[in-house]
């Protein structure tokens, strides 16, 4: 079930009474709707409002569900013959198709196929065969697709397709006549902001290679193997080897290795050689602590207990003997 509303703003709303959503909202009046009124059929409806208007409202609900899908089924089929299109590359039935269709990932998707089409023949980069399918369009094509251009240049990864089918419009139409049509000049200022961002991002990335250069020049000029390593430079790269200390790995020795500043005695030198004398294989062999031993505390104190207890059996010894003299 559905319910119409009228309101003081003029409009008036449908609504779902399942849901409780509002499906439509119907703009015929330019004052408040005071009254509203629906024919017996359920299809055809009259309101009439303080600006002294009747308006008669028809149910064209069936009409618009067979609208949606007709184009579901047109778009269905288009995809269909761009499918069959790119498949047999016949490139220039796609483009029109997407044109026609006004899709312009899948005209990207054409584009870019023409291009790496005519890099693997050895046609160039592509920009020959824009330029004929270029002079086969009108000039509202032309604006449609410099549309495309403005939206796929918006992103780095689509910026080289976008300029090269600009590249081939400007080559190929005169000045004048892409001036002169409204809407081109407006398209193509909202195309130079992002072209010049990238432009300059280019220029950074080539200026960048220039290190490479630089370092692997460098790296030829110490390179003794080259054949324009003179003998001067020779003397100075031996003398320069001569002196300079190589950085290895720091040796241990004795089994000591220190860490954060103290020496912990313990350790296993990976640098002896196994060869070694039978005093080495006991010292590796010998057990070594680092720190406190709880069992070795419990033992200390175990055989101070029993020279205490040695000691004063002693003294009780000598009490007893004293005393018995002193009886006698």
Not at 98 to 109: D, V
């Amino acid at each position: 079930l559905q319910l119409v509303s009228a309101g003081a703003d003029g409009l008036l709303k449908l609504w779902t009474i399942r849901t409780n959503e509002c499906d439509a909202t119907l703009d015929g009046h330019s004052n408040k709707i005071w009254a509203l009124d629906m024919k017996p059929d359920g299809k055809t409806m009259v309101s009439g409002g303080a600006d002294s208007k009747l308006t008669v409202w028809q149910d064209n609900t069936q009409q618009v569900e067979d609208e949606k899908r007709s184009k579901e089924a047109e778009s269905i089929l288009l995809d269909q013959q761009l499918a069959n299109h790119l498949r047999y590359k016949e490139y220039g039935k796609a483009l029109e198709l997407c044109i026609q269709g006004n899709k312009p990932l899948q005209a990207l998707k054409v584009i870019n196929s023409i291009i790496e089409n005519d890099i693997q023949q050895g046609k160039g980069n592509g920009l020959s065969s824009l330029q004929r399918h270029v002079k086969a369009w009108d000039m509202d094509r032309v604006a449609q697709v410099l549309k495309f251009c403005r939206d796929w240049n918006t992103r780095a990864r689509n910026a080289h397709v976008a300029m090269l089918l600009v590249q081939a419009i400007f080559t190929t139409i005169p000045m004048e006549q892409l001036c002169s049509h409204a809407g081109i000049p407006e398209i193509m200022a909202g195309i130079t902001p992002y072209a010049e961002r990238h432009f300059e991002r280019l220029d950074r990335l080539y200026t960048s290679t220039y290190l490479l250069d630089l370092t692997l020049s460098n790296m030829g000029e110490l390179d003794p193997s080259d054949d324009l390593f003179d003998e001067t430079t020779a003397k100075q790269f031996d003398e320069w080897a001569s002196t300079t200390k190589l950085v290895l790995p720091p040796k241990q020795l004795d089994g000591r290795i220190q860490v954060g500043g103290r020496t912990l005695v313990g350790a296993i030198d990976p640098f002896k050689n196994t060869d070694m004398d039978d005093d080495d294989d006991e010292d590796e062999d010998e057990v070594r602590t680092i720190g406190d031993s709880s069992s070795e505390d419990e033992s200390e104190g175990d055989s101070d207990q029993e020279q205490n207890n040695v000691q004063k059996d002693i003294e009780m010894e000598d009490q007893s003997q004293d005393s018995d003299s002193d009886s006698s």
